[in-house]
């Protein structure tokens, strides 16, 4: 008979773990305090892996207004205006349960967002899945996109954009990852922390139940066994956005009202982490009263109180002559509201049975966070993935290889309130979004936009994740461009596998500096991001993903911008160099089964210039349809503007799939008039950005100089068939 | 008229005012319109459309207040959960069931305009055909046959889709009631009144009601 697994290993910790949270107490752990460092210390909650390579990011500009640690990134976007920006990941719930998964990964993101004092305003969905020949991965696929429509449109939230991906390596794991923009005015800025002894912690929101006890630790800081890891379904939280969306005005109003001192969200980590943090931050400690916390069944332990990851809670510092106020307001919008905690002086955290009953726990706050460890792991270079797609030989059918390189996302986005708020200029299916920029309060109208995309590319960063993720940042610069917007900030989700293999770490090494280099050769701070390790299943890693949002503004919204289109009879011209005729990490490469191969280079400089030139245009409406090149190369993006317009064109180029597929940067495909060709080549000119006059669009054929020939209704009724012929009818619930 | 639930409230508000009237917000445990000229009941998820869309919002206090301001004449407007919400309190015949193909749709559809003269449509001409935006997963509208026939009859409906993409019989978006002062549809008005958003064709539609507003205000 084997001997039982000690409490700490069976909770996540390791010995060396256990050793360290004795030396902070000095004394063994009770079960409770046990479960508490469980869950702070867990990865998820921790970062204890990434966190010696996240301060190599830069992270300041004078228009950051908060940077990382907060629950969101704020800058300052004028007119007395600040946006709040964050992005997570939800993964490893999705798996198990996609439609839950997907829909609290929703609920969470916005929560942080309203804790800083924010209106929600967009939400963003970067999505990746396994192929689409396997049930399983439709299975998630609809699950997931039901539950976003589900809990988003609900909670009354627009979802505004994101993107897909379909590919083998997230058979085993798929990635949900969702960022959300709030706005508020400057001067409302509130943070997560707790002061002023004597204070009151009123937990607002729903009761605690026993669902997710354990997420942190037992789901998003672990890989899977198996590819049907039914047995962890208990540790996905359940959501309901009705009490979220009443949650969001509540909290709201308690802010316009100055009623509050600190709030915090409950996610990860549940009572646990918001009463550590908000102490921690603030220096102070805190008494929380564990019976006083409202539950939905009898018989509920207190760790499993503490702990309990049930959705849609809150956690706000009173005054308590506020708190009657704070009670009404909560009343009229039927949020629960309930004293739990109390301030307190030095910097203890106890839990306790009753203000006056038995300590069940104490332990110092900040213990839980700042004595965290971290890890230094292992990092070992792993073997480039292979074939190289630069020996591929020339394709067969080069028009059905094109044409299986394009899809329309339609299928999804119809199924998410993309409108709310009447801010969406443009809106999903295109390179980025365009929000008009309103007061948050006021409503004023500043007449400015904000622009938001969400870009990754783990085919780039199997090859190399350093130039991989630089290529990723510069890319969201120029889907920004195709708006009209100049970048302003990044937010990142880093989506790797298990940290313990040393490939993986690595990756995550290199793609931190990828990062880091981009965004200082680019001059954009990091503003926040999140870490998702552990996406492996039975031993197997997913590609490197690191994923990243970008936000930008423009000027005053003159024109509305074209879009991925093309016009009949006009001028298509690509401005941006000509393309490195390689093919590591392409679109095309890997639909022939070909991986690895050379990354093409970047020049962050010249990127910078042809960025700058393409906003311009967007902005002076010089521009009859836009799009930038990325992956599946100049082929798939004029493939796209064809299949979208229903408008041919006749492009001259050689017969060379480098050259088509290649997906060389800082290129965007510019559609405009006759008379316009000759302004646009003289600014570009004026700036050093070579011109290359592709063609003229129109006719019913897409030619590509003598290397393939597509008829475009067939081209454009493949691209809309290819996700509803596979993916069923969409929406099945909520 | 905002519901805990209710999302489109603010926009109805703001596009009401880009046509130079203004808006007030009632709440919907007051059993009062107060001294409004019209009435909206906006889009969303009143009550979180738990039991039903619209079911328990029905019985909200300031519906009461709603049945006697349409009672007495007054212009009401239900948007998307507002129609459901108006179906459910019996000031419009029918109910919206959920999707034919199961699936949430938000996307901007043709919308015909049937019949001229509802306090909706007043601006429009007979067969117009305005892009505006749908937002919903229970959309398609059902009634028997003898209402259908009387709705018909009675040029009670108010528009219908040139693509139906929910599933709704006779391809009805909206209705009105016997008085024509009361009317429901589907399509979200408020979501085009800005071509800078891809369209303004929810102005004439808005702007009616706005007319009927100040007809019942007593303002030439």
Redesign the interface.
Known sequence: MSAPVPLHRSLGLTDDELERIVEILGREPNGLELAMYAVMWSEHCSYKSSRIHLGRLPTEAPWVLVGPGENAGVVDVGDGIAAALRIESHNHPSFIEPYQGAATGVGGIIRDIFTMGARPIALMDPLRFGDLSKPRSRWIAEGVVSGI??YG??V?VPTVGGEVVFDATYDGNPLVNVLCLGVLPTERLVLGQASGVGNLAVLLGSATGRDGIGGVSVLASAGFEETEDSAKRPSVQVG????E??LI?ACLALLDAGLVVGIQDLGGAGLTCATSETASRGGVGMDVDVSAVPRREAGMEPFEVMTSESQERMLAIVEPEGLAAVQAICE???VRATVVGRVTEGGALRILDGFDGPVLAEVPAASLHDDAPKYDRPRRRPAPPSPSADELAAPADPAADVQALVADTSWI?????????????IGPGHDATLL?LRHPVT?ADTGRGMALTTDGNHAWCAVDPRRGTALVVAEAVLNLACVGARPLAVVNCLNFGNPEHPEVMWQLSEAVDGLAEACRGLGLPVIGGNVSLYNETAGVDIDPTPVVGLLGLTGP?AH?PPGAVLAAGAVVLVVGPEPEPVLGGSAWGRLRGAPGGALPTLDLELHGRVAGLVAGLVADGALLGVHDVASGGLAATVAEMVAASATGLVADGPDDAPWWFSESPSRVVCVVGAAVVAGVEAAAAEVGVPVLRLGTAGGDVLRLGGFATLDVAALRGAWQDRLPSVLG????SG | MVF??T??E??VV??VESLGASGTLLWH?DATVGQVDAVVVPG??A????LRTGAIARFSPVMGAVAAFAAAGGPVVGICNGFQVLTEARLLPGALQKNR???????TTALRIETTSTVLTSRCAPGQVLRI?I?H?EGNYTCDADTLARLRDEDRIVCTYVDNPNGSVADIAGVCNEGRNVVGLMP?P??A??????SADGRPLLGSLLDAALDRAGVP
């Open positions: 429509s589900g449109n609900a009354g309901d956005p009705y009490e969306k009443r005005e009229r919008w039927e986005w119809r199924q998410y309130d993309h409108m709310l708020f009447l801010n969406t200029v008009r409503g919204i509305r009818s969409g929406t099945v | 805990p639930g999302n489109c603010a926009d703001h596009a445990g969303g998820f009550h979180g459309d738990y193909g199961l699936s949430f749709i938000c996307d935006p937002n997963f979200h408020e979501r009144v800005d071509a800078l958003l891809g």
